[in-house]
């Protein structure tokens, strides 16, 4: 590890998303560790509210065309079955995946993902198929009317053919990260502060430190940067990286209405990337997984001092607190919400969000040490998947900092998270992934095209 082969006495770790906070909780408990000081640098105070990590909900699926993330997910599963998913924190309510054809041609992407995160499910994973009232776990939907059956308390269309994994579900993932927190807090390993990284100290070979907001410099012997979408600002990740900006929006309903939509399947449209989850507490929210906004931003080159570069960054609500979805977005959702829930069709907005995914071109993550600063490990590159791998990510992780492969699916895994040998100039070419939306949208321009009424979001 840190490239010398020796613990670091001191770990510097930027981030207190899902990544960052559940590598300091791993460090916090390994042995090797118990001499080395870990610090967390967090840019807002926990939890900052537009992190991905942060929102009312995530969903929690086994459902994944590649079998190594369902294989990973069998060791998070039972943990959201447990103390992770106490108090609440998650609720089994399954996933019904659904397409909006029922031709093969159009959205083959979506066609193959379902076919093959059925397969998985059924075959690898050993889930039983067959109605749930016969004790099936996954029931493959081969029609609308199958669709609409299992989806009738929404009243609307909601797909085509698909299929419902009664073992999925979601979670309330501000909770999660609390609880996440809290048990960070329990060990008493880890110091917490707020503050941001401005830069990294680059030398040849190594990170001689971060220098904060205001000027402040701090040195590590390993830092692990777990920026999300701010990523690009610390390090060149072009061709590897990117902050893309996906569109949420939340409606209050009634009690009548929670107590009929409340216990439903959440649903996700692999041809359009819409998805539903079901309310609580009153709330709804409609999202999409899309190709998402790019924010191209010019910045200081964050390794060549006197150079620029121009990388895609979140904006939020946190820079502008009147920031809207833009009205492509508005529209997806509106008309999504309209066809699956007819009833709710005329409800405005309380309040939307452009939360940014960081997406790599294949959708694998980016966990790795960098290939020249020997002392810089990064963890980020989540592509709108890695919430529900909160319970034990970090324990992979922290294999990978150690170089450590675990098992077989540790192995796999760290062929998947490396830096990649060639940044990629093409555009996305996700290979475990489906996406909704129109490729090669910029925020800016999207915003200018002005507001549809109903959208102004809160401040
Ligand atoms: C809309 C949306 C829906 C999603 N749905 C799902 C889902 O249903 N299921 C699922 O499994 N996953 C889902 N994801 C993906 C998942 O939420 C992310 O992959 C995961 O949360 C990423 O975690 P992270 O730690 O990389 O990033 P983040 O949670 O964004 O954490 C990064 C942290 O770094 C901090 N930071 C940034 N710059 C600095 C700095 N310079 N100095 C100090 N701190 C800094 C930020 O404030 C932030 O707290 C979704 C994501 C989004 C955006």
Redesign the pocket.
Same mark, same amino acid.
């Given at each position: 590890m840190a490239a010398t082969g020796t613990i670091p006495s001191s770990i510097l770790i930027?981030?207190?998303?899902?990544?960052?906070?559940?590598t300091a909780y791993a460090l916090a408990q390994r042995d090797a560790f118990q001499n080395s000081t870990i610090t967390l640098?967090?840019?807002?105070d926990?939890?900052?509210p537009?992190? !991905?990590?942060?929102?009312s909900?995530?969903?929690?699926?086994p459902d994944y065309a590649d079998p190594a993330y369902a294989a990973l997910m069998s060791e998070a599963h039972p943990h959201w079955r447990g103390d992770f998913g106490a108090e609440e924190r998650y609720t089994e309510a399954g996933l019904c995946l659904v397409q909006d054809s029922t031709g093969d041609s159009g959205d083959d992407a979506a066609h193959y993902y379902l076919v093959k995160a059925l397969e998985n499910v059924k075959s690898r994973l050993g889930l039983r198929v067959g109605r749930r009232e016969a004790g099936g776990q996954v029931e493959p939907m081969e029609t609308p009317e199958y669709v609409a059956r299992v989806t009738t308390s929404m009243g609307g269309d909601c797909g085509r053919r698909g299929y419902v994994n009664w073992t999925s579900g *979601? !979670?309330d993932?501000e909770a999660g990260?609390r609880y996440m927190r809290q048990l960070v807090d329990g060990i008493g390993r880890v110091k917490f502060r707020t503050?941001? =990284?401005?830069r990294l100290h680059y030398g040849t070979d190594r990170v001689e430190g =971060?220098e904060?907001?205001g000027g402040e410099r701090l040195s590590a012997d390993l830092v692990v940067l777990?920026?999300?979408? *701010?990523?690009p600002?610390?390090v060149d990740l072009r061709g590897i990286a990117s902050a893309t900006g996906?569109?949420?929006a939340y409606i209050d309903i009634t009690q009548e209405e929670q107590d009929r939509f409340g216990s439903n399947p959440?649903l996700l449209c692999e041809t359009n990337g819409m998805?539903i989850?079901p309310p609580r507490d009153r709330v709804l929210k409609v999202?999409?997984?899309g190709y998402g906004y790019a924010n191209p931003t010019t910045i200081p080159h964050p390794e060549c001092p006197g150079e620029t570069i121009t990388v895609s960054l979140?904006r939020t609500k +946190?820079d502008d607190p009147n920031l809207n979805i833009a009205p492509e977005g508005d529209k997806a959702c509106r008309e999504y919400l309209a066809k699956c829930i007819p009833s709710l069709a005329a409800r405005p907005w309380t309040h939307t969000?452009i939360? *940014? +995914?960081?997406d790599t071109p294949t959708g694998d *993550?980016l966990i790795s040490y960098h290939p020249t600063y020997r002392n810089l490990f990064v963890?980020?590159?989540?592509?709108?998947?890695? +919430?529900?791998?909160?319970p034990v990510i970090g324990e992979r992780i922290v294999d990978v900092v150690m170089r450590e492969e675990r098992d077989e699916l540790g192995a796999e895994l760290v062929k998947k998270w490396k830096w990649p040998a060639q940044r990629k100039e093409e555009d996305h070419v996700w290979t475990d992934d489906w996406r909704g939306g129109v490729k090669g949208m910029i925020l800016d321009e999207e915003l200018a095209k002005g507001e549809i009424g109903g959208s102004r979001s809160r401040l």
């Open positions: 930027v981030g207190s998303g899902v990544f960052g906070l559940s640098l967090e840019r807002l926990f939890p900052a537009d992190a !991905a990590s942060i929102d909900s995530r969903i929690i699926r *979601w !979670a993932a990260m503050a941001e =990284v401005a =971060v904060l907001v777990a920026t999300g979408a *701010w990523m600002k610390l996906q569109v949420l959440t998805f989850i999202a999409r997984h979140p +946190y969000r939360c *940014w +995914y960081s *993550w963890a980020t590159g989540g592509s709108g998947h890695a +919430y529900k791998f909160l």
